[in-house]
């Protein structure tokens, strides 16, 4: 299968805890986004990353959140004492951006991460 | 922040028959994708729209596009149960174009 994977795909923990989801793309890719989805809710944006370099981050994102893509491929979103509110479905998502400019092109997602912080 | 807003939030109909569902937006944008997103599985894109595009198709998908109105459509022919699924609407804003907003989602089921 050659789509974007997440790992893991559940993850329960306790408040206070730190968690760490990775997320391998679409190898071709040089795009690669976070998105946190609550229930009954779309996808809401968090970073992305244009090959390493990290270029956006949501006001979502608090200090407790990292993200990084060290050599351009796979990418660890880290959350650091958790919080109830934290738990989510926490998806990724990969694109070919090609030739200049921003524009946005169609994103291939993975499964997701569900948290669970109790 | 969700700029997109479906409607409606949930749409039951029958094999065979048509689905519509819209969405509305507060932004100029660049583009306007549509995705799906089945029970325990990740979203899947449908079609993407461009601002200067005003209807598109994909087998048995038609979207359209009136930027006046801020508002697009997404419609289903010949539903299938497989179809059963939420649909959102994410759009690509002209200033931030990169990343994209997502609305809240139409359930859809379609029975047998």
């Known amino acids: 299968d050659t789509g974007v994977s997440q790992n893991p795909r559940h993850k329960i923990t306790k408040r206070g805890q730190n968690v760490t989801f990775r997320c391998d793309p679409i190898?071709?890719?040089?795009?690669l986004y976070w998105y946190r989805q609550t229930l009954g809710q779309g996808p809401e944006f968090l970073t992305y990353?244009?090959?390493?370099?990290?270029?956006?981050k949501s006001r979502l994102l608090s200090d407790r959140f990292s993200a990084e893509r060290p050599k351009g491929s796979f990418s660890t979103l880290e959350i650091q004492r958790t919080e109830q509110g934290d738990s989510a479905m926490y998806l990724c998502?990969?694109?070919?951006?090609?030739?200049?400019?921003?524009?946005?092109?169609?994103?291939?997602f993975g499964p997701g991460t569900r948290l669970t912080v109790t | 922040s969700q700029q997109g807003e479906e409607d409606p939030q949930a749409l039951s109909i029958q094999e065979g028959e048509n689905a519509t569902m819209n969405c509305s937006y507060k932004?100029?944008?660049?583009?306007l994708q549509w995705y799906r997103q089945n029970s325990g599985r990740g979203l899947v894109h449908l079609i993407l729209?461009?601002?200067?595009?005003r209807e598109k198709h994909s087998g048995r998908l038609r979207v359209t596009l009136d930027t006046s109105k801020k508002s697009s459509s997404l419609l289903i022919t010949a539903s299938r149960a497989a179809d059963t699924a939420s649909y959102f609407c994410?759009?690509?804003?002209?200033?931030?174009?990169?990343?994209?907003?997502f609305g809240k989602g139409t359930m859809l089921l379609v029975s047998p």
């Open positions: 998502a990969s694109s070919l951006a090609t030739g200049g400019g921003g524009l946005s092109y169609e994103q291939y």
């Open positions: 190898s071709e890719h040089n795009r």
């Open positions: 990353f244009q090959n390493e370099a990290q270029l956006e």
């Open positions: 932004t100029s944008i660049n583009n």
């Open positions: 729209i461009r601002s200067n595009e």
């Open positions: 994410a759009t690509a804003s002209i200033s931030g174009y990169s990343t994209l907003t």
